[in-house]
């Protein structure tokens, strides 16, 4: 599935998404992003938008600065990363973690599984994108 086609799937599925405008307007450079990002570090294209919808509505939310929710490095954590660099951080966790819930994880957390926590975790980036799948 295209990352073109997975946004328009999320905006049909959830129509009163945040930052819905943003999102729109800037929908052919994130698809063009997202695609690119995920086919260089073998990551699926789904798993990577549904992280950045979860972490910064796509890099639309105010004080995301366009960040995709990962650095772009571990030594300038502070630095916002676009979708390469949270493709990477997937990648990552998949060759770590050898599972989808593992990868997303160790995307928010650094480890493979974690029982408790604060905000969202890998079963809802897994829902969000099962229900936009459903949409397609």
């Given at each position: 599935?295209?990352?073109?086609?997975?946004?328009?799937?999320?905006?049909?599925?959830?129509?009163?998404?945040?930052?819905?405008a943003c999102i729109e307007?800037?929908?052919?450079?994130?698809?063009?992003?997202?695609?690119?990002?995920?086919?260089?570090h073998g990551v699926p294209?789904?798993?990577?938008?549904?992280?950045?919808?979860?972490?910064?509505?796509?890099?639309?939310?105010?004080?995301?600065?366009?960040?995709?929710?990962?650095?772009?490095?571990?030594?300038?954590?502070?630095t916002a990363g676009r979708?390469?660099?949270?493709?990477?951080?997937?990648?990552?966790?998949?060759?770590?973690?050898?599972?989808?819930?593992?990868?997303?994880?160790?995307?928010?957390?650094?480890?493979?599984?974690?029982?408790?926590?604060?905000?969202?975790?890998?079963?809802?980036?897994?829902?969000?994108?099962?229900?936009?799948?459903?949409?397609?």
């Open positions: 599935m295209s990352a073109a086609a997975w946004i328009v799937a999320l905006l049909t599925t959830y129509p009163h998404l945040s930052h819905r307007a800037r929908a052919p450079q994130i698809a063009a992003d997202a695609d690119d990002a995920a086919a260089r294209v789904a798993m990577l938008l549904a992280v950045a919808v979860m972490e910064s509505h796509l890099g639309c939310a105010p004080r995301s600065g366009g960040c995709w929710g990962a650095p772009i490095s571990r030594t300038r954590r502070q979708a390469d660099h949270a493709a990477s951080a997937l990648a990552l966790g998949l060759r770590r973690c050898h599972s989808d819930e593992g990868a997303i994880s160790h995307f928010r957390w650094g480890v493979c599984h974690r029982t408790t926590h604060a905000g969202y975790g890998p079963d809802d980036v897994l829902r969000l994108a099962a229900r936009v799948a459903g949409a397609l």
